[in-house]
């Protein structure tokens, strides 16, 4: 269930060229500025977007290079995009359910487990309802319930917690590290939260131009971030103090 | 401004109103039970439900193209599929007579295998085709580019093929889109006059559709033309209130009417 990745990608105006190993069970936080790439690589990896060379295996398997290329379905991964993308003309459970339908489970069952990750996530009454009814963090959870229901052996997190407010942020931090937790398959979280970073990353990577400028465990990256823009990140929440200098001071 | 907006507003509807008051009730009740009106009116519903059906067909995957499809020269083809809505109807009609005529380019093609447009009830139903496609690839080209990318990409990673995509997200939140598309492409078909009579002729009870049967009656009776008028006016509002309100809010309902 591990990924494991060397490519060059491109899109518009932004290039990735970079090598990339997420272990099963294991969570990445990947960081970078705008249009470090972040959002390309996570498409590439999905199959959304062809890479120009390179190879992508996920779970053992070769999804893409080498002539070969598996579209989305076919990878084993699993998107949670920016901003959520919850169907809008579904219910919060059919959202959920999505991901076992498409991969040919009957109805009922898909339901039943859909309901089950709802009430996982804390969310079970608002099942029925239509995503323009259902508040940012309640529709964070079915975005999420949504990407992880079908086990992928690959989760994509494109800024999961971005959309919202700081009061319900921490308890969706919280829950989200739990649940990322009990996921076998290896997980990538993309995010601009230094605190996202602390909480939920067993290793972190800093891309910067499309290439990977600092890799480590967290426990170095938070210890010594190596890039003035890591080291930024840390010091707006607070989560780097040397004791030789004040950083940005 | 708002002396401006009335003035206008009394330009769109004044002539309207002058229709109505000519209406006497006793002669349109008799108008309508005239086996004339009622020919040209079968005529109209006909040719133009299957010049929209036919419009829908060749114009789902067309729009879809235009959409979603990186093709060289988009602008140019965009151009061209808009262009029948610019032109003026009688030359669309004359272009239809020197390409598919029995003179015309294909003509001799179309004859070899038995098939005859001009003046004859399939004429009228590719001069209105012809006339009304563009409303409805259009407005369905926009509904495409109006939904979130970001959602098929979210179902294809989720499992689901090109086609489940289609089916399950692309065409349920393409259907306000679709029905406004429709119901313009129907109220054109509906009214369409210059390109039928040029290509089609005005044969009662082959070619003669509502507008044309108007047309006709205007010479000889204008009386009956009003009453018609009227008709073809309560159809064509008909078909953008019923259609328009129906199709777009119901099959969404909740989700699409407040998600976006």
Not at chain 1, 90 to 117: C, F, I, P, Q, T
Not at chain 2, 77 to 90: D, E, H, T
């Amino acid at each position: 269930m591990s990924l494991q990745a060397r490519l060059q990608a491109r899109r518009g105006p932004s290039s990735l060229d970079l090598e990339l190993r997420i272990a099963g069970g294991e969570t990445l936080v990947l960081v970078g500025p705008n249009g470090s790439g972040k959002s390309t690589l996570v498409d590439a990896l999905a199959g959304l977007l062809p890479i120009t060379s390179g190879r992508v295996e996920i779970a053992g398997t070769l999804v893409e290079g080498e002539g070969v290329r598996l579209p989305p379905p076919e990878r084993g991964v699993a998107l949670m995009p920016q901003g959520l993308a919850l169907f809008p003309h579904m219910s919060a459970v059919d959202n959920v359910a999505y991901g076992l339908r498409a991969r040919g489970h009957g109805e009922a069952e898909a339901r039943a487990k859909a309901l089950e990750w709802l009430a996982r996530l804390e969310i079970a009454e608002v099942a029925e309802r239509s995503p323009s009814r259902l508040s940012g963090g309640q529709a964070q959870r079915v975005a999420l319930a949504r990407a992880v229901i079908t086990e992928p052996s690959l989760l994509l997190l494109d800024e999961p917690l971005s959309a919202l407010d700081v009061s319900s942020r921490r308890s969706a931090r919280r829950l989200l590290h739990r649940t990322l937790r009990s996921l076998p398959g290896a997980k990538l979280v993309i995010t601009h939260d230094a605190r996202d970073l602390a909480a939920l990353g067993d290793r972190v990577a800093v891309l910067e131009g499309g290439r990977i400028v600092r890799e480590g465990s967290r426990a170095e990256c938070l210890a010594d971030p190596g890039t003035g823009y890591l080291l930024a990140m840390l010091c707006e929440q607070g989560l780097y103090s040397s004791g030789e200098q004040e950083p940005l001071s | 401004m708002l002396i401006l907006g009335l003035l206008a507003v009394a330009g769109l509807v004044a002539p309207l109103c002058g229709l109505l008051l000519q209406l006497d009730p006793g002669a349109f009740v008799h108008q309508l039970g005239r086996s004339e009106v009622v020919s040209a009116l079968g005529l109209s519903l006909a040719v133009s439900t299957i010049a929209v059906l036919i419009a829908l067909v060749l114009g789902l995957p067309l729009a879809y193209l235009l959409a979603r499809v990186d093709l060289p020269g988009k602008g140019l083809l965009r151009g061209l599929v808009a262009l029948p809505m610019v032109l003026p109807p009688v030359v669309g009609g004359l272009a239809l007579l020197v390409t598919f005529g029995r003179r015309g380019i294909f003509g001799g093609i179309l004859g070899g295998l038995g098939i005859e447009l001009p003046f004859t009830t399939g004429g009228a139903i590719v001069a209105v085709t012809f006339v009304c496609a563009p409303f409805l690839i259009l407005s369905l080209e926009a509904g495409l580019l109006a939904i979130d990318p970001r959602l098929e990409a979210a179902a294809a990673t989720l499992g689901a093929g090109r086609l489940r995509v289609l089916r399950t997200i692309t065409l349920p939140l393409l259907r306000p889109a679709l029905a406004s598309g429709i119901a313009l492409a129907w109220a054109r078909a509906l009214g369409e006059f210059g390109a039928t009579i040029t290509f089609a002729g005005n044969l009662a009870g082959e070619t003669r559709t509502m507008p044309l049967a108007i047309y006709t009656a205007l010479q000889v009776d204008p009386p009956a033309a009003i009453a018609l008028g009227i008709l073809l006016l309560a159809l064509a509002l008909v078909a953008l209130v019923l259609l328009r309100g129906r199709l777009a809010v119901t099959p969404l309902g909740a989700g699409a009417g407040e998600g976006r």
